[in-house]
Each structure stands twice: as C-alpha cells, then as structure tokens.
C-alpha cells in the first residue's frame, strides 16, 4: 500500500495520485520560490514546464511573464490537474498542457524561451532522447532550469537510497549534472546548492 502511494511520485494515478499532487503542490513550493531566485525570465518570454505535475509552477510561471507558459505530463491525471489548476489562463490563450513524454515532446522546433523542469529530472536526466527534444524546442540561446529537492554529495551514496530504488529514479551530483548537460551539448552550465546543500538548481544554455 505504502509503496503504491510512493510510486505515485513517479506517475500519479488515481484517488492516491491526486493526494500526492496535492501535496506536490504545496509541499514544494518552498523549493520553486527558492529556484526562480536564479532564473531570468524576460517579460514576454515563452516557457514550456516539463514533468507540470499539478500545475502550480505553471500557475507561478505565468505571474512572471507575459508570454505563453506550456506543460507537458506523461500522467494523464497530471495533465488534467494542471490544466483545472490554470484553468483562467488556459481560457485567455496563455496556456497550453499536453499529456506527452519528454522523449517526444509534442511542440514545435525553436518554439521555447526556456524550459523547466521541477523535480522530475530524475527520472530521465540521463536519458540522450530527452535532452536532444529538450533542446529541439529551445530557442538558440535559451535556457534549461532544472530545480531538486534532493541531491548527492560526489563520492557518496544518494540520500533516500531506499525510496530513490523504489522510483528507479536517479540522484545527481554537481558534477553529474555539468558532465550531463555538457555531453548533451548545453553550454554555460551552472549549479547553484542552497545553504544547507540539500536544494539544487542548475541552468544552462542552448548555443
């Protein structure tokens, strides 16, 4: 049951999934404030957040800018909170959300400003696919933002090892990141650690 409701963390489904959204949507907003702090957003910038969850850093994006905010979920229930989430922006034509994998994303080439991604690059971060679509759909000159709750120390375990198994997901440190995103072809890259050394946020650019 316990493990049920933790897989949800990965693809949210059902009565538990919803719980979890909830509590996602709260229970990280902590982290999204203390991101943003290191990404520039232009006035009528264009930004697609992948991995959307339960919209609200869509709905936080959208008080930022001008432009057109995106989201993109492989969870259909995801894509349906998000959407009843920024429902008033959805209506004003400012929005769009897409059910879809970040392995294929369903926008056009050159179309995005930036791209976000809020505790979900675990998962495919390492994956090439990805990050070529993540690129494909970035300006030239564009930026990746990637913010975590969780990070590893270089040379040590991942912290959460027992849940981060259960998720198959991957923890990344520092260098893991720079090595990452460089080999995929994104120049600039920068890791910022919170004080506690706990919270990430990486930016990097599309040449």
Not at 40 to 59: H, S
């Amino acid at each position: 049951m316990l493990k049920e409701f933790i897989l949800n963390a990965r693809k949210p489904s059902g009565i538990g999934g919803s719980i979890m959204l909830w509590a996602m949507n709260f229970g990280h907003a902590h982290l999204a404030k203390w991101g943003l702090t290191y990404l520039e957003v232009e006035p009528d910038d264009c930004i697609l957040d992948v991995g959307c969850g339960g919209g609200a850093n869509i709905k936080r994006l959208l008080q930022i800018t001008s432009g057109n905010v995106c989201g993109l979920d492989y969870s259909a229930l995801c894509v349906e909170k998000s959407r009843k989430y920024n429902a008033k922006a959805i209506a004003e034509k400012r929005c769009e959300i897409k059910e879809g994998n970040v392995s294929n994303i369903p926008f056009d080439d050159n179309l995005f400003d930036i791209v976000t991604a809020f505790e979900t690059a675990y998962f495919w971060l390492d994956s090439k696919d990805s990050l070529k679509e993540i690129l494909r759909v970035m300006k030239d000159g564009g930026t990746f933002f990637i913010c975590n709750e969780v990070v590893r120390e270089e040379g040590k375990e991942p912290p959460l090892k027992s849940v981060v198994n259960m998720l198959d997901a991957k923890i990344f440190s520092p260098n893991d990141y720079r090595n990452v995103l460089s080999e995929a072809g994104f120049v600039d890259v920068e890791v910022n650690l919170s004080k506690n050394k706990k919270l990430v946020c990486i930016t990097a650019q599309k040449p």
